[in-house]
Each structure stands twice: as C-alpha cells, then as structure tokens.
C-alpha cells in the first residue's frame, strides 16, 4: 500500500522549498494527499491560559502577526501544490509549537516531511531540536530532507541500514511503499567486531524473503568499518555516497526526557552529517 498521507512542515525558512518540493513529489508518485502544516509556536496548551484578546492588545496582535506568517507560508504552498497539479492537498495553520503540533498532526498521515537542523538558519534551540523531537514522539516514520540543496531523486536507490533491531525493523517495515517504487534495494550489515552480535542476529533475521514477498528484491552485504574506531554513523554515510544512493532508511535510537532529546550515536551522526535523505522510525 502507497502512503496515502503526507504531511509536511510548512515555513519560511530557507530550507522550506526543498522540503516541500520532496513532499510533492512523494505524494504525487504514491497519489496520496498533501498535507500542508503551519504551526503558530504558541503551545496549545499555553492559549487557554493566555488573557482575552480585549485584555491584552498586545498579545492579540503577536498572535495575529504570527498567523498572518503562517497563512503567507501556506499560501506558497498551496501555489506549488497547484503547479504540480496535485490532486489532493489541503493547507492548515495550527496554533501550537513546531514539535507538539508535528507530532499530534501526523498521527494521522502515513509519513511526515521535515528538513534536516541548518546550523546557521537553525532559530532558536528548540527548533534546532525539533527533527529529533518528532522522530522520537510522533510514532509515524519521518522523511528528512537535506537542508543543503535540492535532491534531484528520492528513493531511486535505497541502501537500509540493518542490524536486525526493534527499531531497524520499524523502520523497515514503514518504508515498504517507498521500496516497492525502488529501482535498487541493499541493506548495509556493519561488522563492529567479534564481541558484536549484530551480523550473527542480521543473518539470522534475513529480511530478504520477506521483502521478496512484498514484491521488492534486495540485496544486502556485511561491511568492515574502516578501523575499529570508526563511528558506524560514519561508515554508513560514506558507503551511502559509495553506492550513488538517494535514500537512506535506519531506525533511529534515543529516549527522551523532560526538556531533553537523547539520541544514539549512529543517529545522532546522521542527524547532523546527513547528506542524502533519511527516512527514520522509531
């Protein structure tokens, strides 16, 4: 089954139109609908609490403003949606914070679009974090564009990254329609060393005759990191380039605490270092 929801974060940031242009291509390669979200930032938990506008002109002209820039992002959107001739899409400014918005929103769509943190462009903290935050708290796989560039394909050459985890299996499962589309197909083993289980249980649980079932045939091989002190993260990037691909599917480890994202190294490497996009699940 094709995803049959996308949703997509929608702002004014310089890394906005590649996203976007991912997302419309996503949805109109699977036929699916487009969903276009503007969070406001103001929590939804926040705005109860907030006083009347007529209490405080002050504030009802700040959230104002802040809508008025949100509809301005969509109203871009909704123009390249139209472009594309997009059969289904919808434009929705929500009042609630990137991260808390994103997640409760994409509960209901099969896929959501993010850009990858731009150190330079990135705002304040919390929306430097917010990737990591939806990965972990959505519950739905996130599709993480580059915020360097327009990728010319997504998903014609596809390399996973497996180690036969909860999480790289998460994962995998959720990219299927996205595998199903593939031209190439090859999951990555890193061998970590002899005291490491993870090439032994990738054998065991070859996932190669049960993709073979859903219709897509992969290839996999076992990788050597070039030293034993090389970060996996690492490895992964540069076989990535390697093989020419333009998709990269792995789960995504960490667990979050109050105020605090924690992430596992191969994640958080590709958090910060991704040059293709990333498809993650946790």
């Known amino acids: ?3 049959q929801t996308i949703l997509v974060h929608v702002d004014d940031s310089p890394s906005a139109s590649a996203r976007i242009g991912v997302a419309i291509a996503l949805a109109s390669s699977c036929g699916g ?12 938990t926040l705005l109860p609490s907030l006083p009347p506008g007529q209490n405080d002109p002050t504030l009802a002209l700040h959230l104002g403003f802040l809508r008025e820039q949100a509809q301005a992002a969509l109203a871009s959107f909704t123009q390249r949606c139209e472009a594309a001739a997009l059969a289904s899409h919808e434009a929705r400014v929500i009042d609630d914070d990137a991260g808390g918005g994103l997640c409760l929103h994409g509960r209901v769509a099969d896929v959501i679009v993010l850009s990858q943190s731009d150190p330079e462009h990135g705002g304040p903290r919390l929306l ?10 959505a519950g739905k796989p996130v599709l993480m564009v580059p915020f360097a560039g327009q990728p010319a394909s997504v998903g014609q050459r596809v390399l996973v990254s497996w180690d036969a985890s909860r999480e790289a299996a998460c994962a995998l499962q959720l990219a299927l329609p996205l595998l ?11 061998d970590t060393g002899p005291a ?25 091989a076992v990788h050597a990191l070039a030293h034993k002190r090389q970060p996996v993260g690492e490895a992964l990037l540069a ?11 792995m789960g995504a480890y960490g667990h979050s605490r109050v105020r605090e994202t924690m992430l596992g190294g191969v994640t958080r490497t590709l958090f910060e270092s991704m040059s293709i996009p990333v498809l993650m699940a946790h």
């Open 128 to 137: 430097a974090d917010l990737p990591a935050y939806v990965v972990l708290h």
């Open 33 to 44: 609908h487009l969903s276009g979200v503007a969070p406001t930032g103001v929590a939804r």
């Open 180 to 190: 199903r589309q593939a031209d190439s197909v090859e999951l990555a083993v890193f």
């Open 1 to 3: 089954m094709a995803y």
């Open 196 to 220: 490491s289980q993870t090439v032994a249980d990738a054998r065991a649980a070859d996932p190669r005759p049960w993709l073979a079932r859903h219709g897509i045939q992969a290839s996999v």
């Open 239 to 249: 076989l990535a380039a390697q093989k020419n691909a333009d998709l990269l599917v």
